[in-house]
């Protein structure tokens, strides 16, 4: 059983270069979540999603776009790149009904210069 | 909104205990989480309070007020492997999105 597989792990871009993190996960879940951590801080939320064809935004969702077109994947495109986009991204998912239980990935570190 | 508080750091000697304390605001507030996170790895999941009181798991034990909009996760017998952040993270009704606090860096002394 993999879990939530993230990819890739590293990757450094340029302002105004675009790019799509990677997120599957077998575990069934209906919901999925991207969160950015920034040194010294919580995670936020960028886009969630409760199931297949839905999705939503959490509190920071500018510059990001998600789909759901399965219940296995949930990638997050960077439309242009800018430096203030250089964090941690963790995917993560749950059953719909515990989405106190996050199951995360092993996440990427973007590098945006 | 929904806000969490938690210190920002809290450093103990093996085999001592130490409780992070997670205080919020908001309204409508559901229930807790706590999640552990190693450097360089992804949080994992501790524990949840849907309801008020404590709730014991091993060494780690979490409990919740809403009246009071405070939390806390105790770490019991502190072992050096414990050292770790610590994040608190609340829902605002059944099954919603998580927010979390900033997080507890807990060090650990031999």
């Known amino acids: 059983n993999a879990g939530v597989t993230q990819t890739p792990k590293f990757q450094v871009l340029k302002t105004g270069q675009s790019m799509t993190l990677q997120c599957a996960q077998d575990m069934n879940h209906e919901y999925m979540s991207w969160y950015r951590q920034d040194p010294g801080m919580g995670l936020r939320l960028i886009h969630y999603?409760?199931?297949?064809?839905?999705?939503d935004q959490g509190e920071v969702p500018n510059g990001y776009n998600v789909s759901r077109s399965t219940t296995e994947d949930f990638p997050l495109r960077l439309l242009s790149a800018a430096p203030s986009q250089t964090s941690v991204y963790f995917c993560a998912s749950s059953f719909r009904d515990n989405r106190e239980k996050l199951f995360f990935g092993s996440g990427t570190q973007l590098s945006v210069l | 909104g929904q806000s969490l508080e938690q210190p920002s750091e809290v450093t103990a000697v093996e085999g001592a205990i130490v409780q992070i304390n997670c205080t919020y605001q908001t309204s409508g507030f559901y229930g807790l989480s706590w999640y552990q996170q190693h450097d360089g790895g992804a949080p994992t999941f501790l524990s949840y309070n849907a309801l008020d009181g404590l709730e014991e798991t091993g060494r780690f034990s979490s409990f919740l007020s809403r009246s009071d909009s405070y939390g806390y996760l105790l770490l019991q017998e502190l072992q050096m492997k414990d050292s770790a952040s610590y994040f608190c993270a609340g829902s605002k009704a059944a099954g919603n999105k998580l927010t979390f606090g900033g997080g507890t860096r807990v060090l650990v002394k031999p």
């Open positions: 999603s409760v199931g297949a064809g839905i999705t």
